[in-house]
Nanobody
């Protein structure tokens, strides 16, 4: 059983930055496809970014150039660095994992193969 725990959310003003972390259980972390998602009330869950076991990444168009996904396999931890935050980025952010080496999907369909999800961490961006 894989367990994921997000942290690092909070409240910031527009233009600010946050770094989210996702701690994962298991020794097979280095083989997983990993991703970050966001979900706000009244909107569908959206894939934000993904990273596969080789370090290849994908990003939603809305966050390219502002968000950076990374992983530290030695610490079993996934990160999302968020810069130049906007009010529309306000959402609950979730990390998720799929035990495949490659994320065999598009960013739009990223959630489909994900079998393990964290409980989320809230990000609030004010004007």
């Amino acid at each position: 059983q894989v367990q994921l725990l997000e942290s690092g959310g909070g409240s910031v003003q527009a233009g600010g930055s946050l770094r989210l972390s996702c701690a994962a259980s298991g020794r097979s972390f280095r083989t997983y496809c990993l991703g970050w998602f966001r979900h706000s009330p009244g909107k569908e869950r959206e894939g934000v970014a993904s990273i596969d076991s080789t370090g290849n990444t994908m990003y939603a168009d809305s966050v390219k150039g502002r968000f950076t996904i990374s992983r530290d396999n030695a610490k079993n931890t996934l990160y999302l660095e968020m810069d130049s935050l906007k009010p529309e980025n306000t959402a609950m952010f979730y990390c998720a994992a799929h035990p495949d080496n490659i994320c065999y999907t598009t960013i739009r369909a990223l959630g489909t193969p994900m079998g393990y999800w964290g409980q989320g961490t809230q990000v609030t961006v004010s004007t």
